[in-house]
């Protein structure tokens, strides 16, 4: 993270750099055309009255242009010596610079450029810095140039002293005079841009330490808590379930630590919850086996003589092994629904018929509690697309729980109606004991009773609503569970219809 922080630093730093640089440098180099193009103009009109120079279209928008306007043409003035008058009166044809010859002069601001005014030939008449008179730079391309006419320029000299040079024609009435050739050191453009890249990777140090104390903190505040979230993440894969990672912030990494807390939280009580069951499946086993055992060996002690007492205590073995049997059928429908493996058998089921067939099965047990029994069908109800098997399984364990815990003289009813979202809605209702507050979030998981004593008088193991709950969901259903303590309890399943 820090290295591509850095890297998108450089590049934007350098493409900024080179960019604004080659602007600057190619604004002084223009600014300096256009100030030796408005030096060449005063020199020429200050020598030659009605003279013109044929000079490059300079772009009077430019900054540039507009500070030289305000600048040099206010500031430049031009003085000579030993210029000596034309004589008499001079026609166009033969007007020449020969006048110029021993001439010579500066400009008035004392700017470090070099004039140097050709004939028609291309031979210097006056050099500024007194050092190339006389001699014929007519070969020079800018001369050639602007011997023919045209404006010349600008060409920079290479080597230690880089200059910028140009040549302009002088022109009267259309007739070509002469040609000003002007000079300038470049080392003050030089000298500034040296110092603009010097603050420019000055600039780009600055910013690649920041970036990179930026990056490195960010990296760090990133990984930090990664790093804890990968030693509590191995931890776990030991068998170290209580980890928690600390939650600071609510980005991203917050929510992934939340969420890591919440897996271990639902891994401790998954844990939990098998030790649990393990207990309670081992419980629920040992006390039939004891049962039997201890009948068994008061069998062969003698007590299989007595025919009596031989057939309570073989009545007896066979209700505990029947007990054990349908343990174990509880526990196998379980674990299928865990594993969906239930291979259920879906098709339309009118749920109203069946549970009215269902209550006409238990109508005995009902009486023998001193139980009503009531189904009430809602009329239109739609078909279900269930498993008429498991759907009967579902209502026997119900209407067995609401049975047991009912008081005598009670009832207990039946209803089933069209649900919201295309469901189908069964209801049962006892006015029964009632399940405590504190113990209803609890109704439904494996092996819990709300009151072991009555439950375990009943027969009952605690998983008849947990299986009724694995079978409604393998349906694709919900089962809730309301109660009020000392009124009933009602317990309502929905599964899909079979409308389309």
Known sequence: LTFSHLAVIVVAMVLSGLLLLS??????????????????????????????VEESPIDASA?????????????????TQNLAAPPGEIQLGELDLSNLADATFQLSSQLDTRIRILDALGLVLVDSKQGSQGEDLSGEPLVAQALAGQYAGPSTSSGEAQEMHIAVPVLVEGKLLGVVHLSQSLRDVTAVMRDLRMRWLLATAIALGLSGV????????????????TAAAGAVAEGELDQQVPVRTQDELGQLSRTFNEMTARLRAARQMQIDFVANV????????????????TLRDGAVDDTEVRDRFLETVED??????????DLLIL????????????????????????????????????????VNVRPDVPLALADSDRMEQVLVNLLDNAVKFSQPGGSVTVGVGA????????????????????????????????????????????????????????HEGSLNVESVEGQGTVVAFAVPSARS
């Open 23 to 52: 602007l600057l440098e190619g604004y002084f180099l223009s600014a300096m055309e256009d100030s030796l193009v408005v030096q060449a103009r005063i020199t020429a009109q200050a020598l030659i009255p009605g003279a013109r």
């Open 419 to 474: 649900g919201p979202d295309r469901m189908v809605q069964v209801q049962v209702r006892d006015e029964g004991i009632g399940i405590p507050a504190e113990a209803l979030p609890r109704i439904g998981e494996r092996f819990y009773r709300a009151d072991r004593a009555r439950s375990r008088a009943a027969g009952g193991s605690g998983l008849g609503l947990a299986i009724a709950r694995a079978l409604v969901e393998a």
């Open 320 to 329: 505990e092994t029947d007990r054990l049997i349908r343990l174990v059928s």
């Open 282 to 297: 081992s419980h629920e086993l040992r006390t039939p086996l004891t049962a039997i055992k201890g009948l068994v060996e």
């Open 63 to 79: 900054a540039a242009y507009n500070t030289l306007q305000q600048q040099t043409f206010s500031n430049l003035s031009l003085q």
């Open 214 to 229: 930026v990056g490195l903190l960010l990296s760090g505040a990133i990984s930090r808590p990664l790093r804890r979230l």
């Open 335 to 374: 674990s299928r629904a865990d594993s969906d493996a239930l291979n259920l058998q879906r098709k339309p089921v009118d749920l109203g018929s069946l549970a009215e067939a269902t209550t006409a099965r238990l109508a005995s047990l009902a009486l023998e509690h001193d139980i009503t029994l009531r």
